[in-house]
């Protein structure tokens, strides 16, 4: 039992170029979130899926796309990416388990891009 | 919408206790708390759900009051392993949506 994995760990990307940041959980849980941490504080929620098929936008979405592929894998595109988007990026899902649903975050990607 | 944390910091000596505070000026269904280490991942506390009840976590607890819109976090006895950054996440329904405070970064001293 993995929890939840996200690849790549680090990645460096040039202003402009693509990115798909992975995540995927082996849990069955229902929902999964997307958030972006910069430096020095909270964590920002940029898109969640409640469920497989369904996504929604958070706080932060703009200049991001995600992808619920199935119930395990969610996926955050970078189309064009800039400075700005530095960040180190957490996923996360969601036990639902009666009224009690904490959430369990991935190891993180820090990604730079220059 | 984004909840506030109180303190932004504090260091304590082992042994000492401290209270984190979380407030928010919209209607609250549920307040979770996290714990992050440095270069980690956060890692799940507790969640209190409207009603004002309080929770217990080993030598950590915590309460939410409904009507204040405020939680709060209670450390006691603390132990050098209660360093971190403690990070409210506020729920304004059952949507299992988050919205996370900026933190209060805890450091326990010997």
């Known amino acids: 039992n993995a929890g939840v994995t996200q690849t790549p760990k680090f990645q460096v990307l040039k202003t402009g170029q693509s990115m798909t940041l992975q995540c995927a959980q082996d849990m069955n849980h229902n929902s999964m979130y997307w958030y972006r941490q910069d430096p020095g504080m909270g964590l920002r929620l940029i898109y969640y899926?409640?469920?497989?098929?369904?996504?929604d936008k958070g706080e932060v979405p703009n200049g991001y796309n995600v992808s619920r592929l199935n119930k395990r894998e969610f996926s955050l595109r970078l189309e064009s990416a800039a400075p700005s988007q530095t960040s180190v990026y957490f996923c996360?899902?969601?036990?639902?388990?009666?009224?009690?649903?904490?959430?369990?975050f991935g190891p993180g990607t820090r990604l730079t891009v220059t | 919408q984004q909840p506030v944390q109180s303190p932004q910091a504090v260091i304590l000596r082992e042994g000492e206790d401290a209270v984190i505070n979380c407030s928010s000026s919209?209607?609250?269904?549920?307040v979770h708390w996290y714990r992050q280490k440095h270069g980690e991942a956060p890692v799940f506390l507790m969640i209190?759900?409207?009603?004002?009840e309080q929770k217990g976590h080993d030598k950590i607890s915590a309460s939410f009051n409904e009507k204040k819109q405020q939680s709060s976090l209670y450390l006691t006895a603390s132990q050098l392993s209660y360093s971190g950054t403690y990070f409210c996440g506020t729920e304004m329904d059952s949507s299992y949506k988050l919205i996370f405070g900026s933190g209060t970064r805890l450091l326990v001293r010997p």
């Open positions: 899926s409640a469920s497989e098929g369904t996504t």
């Open positions: 996360a899902s969601t036990l639902e388990r009666g009224l009690s649903h904490e959430q369990y």
């Open positions: 919209k209607a609250l269904y549920s």
């Open positions: 209190l759900l409207k009603g004002g």
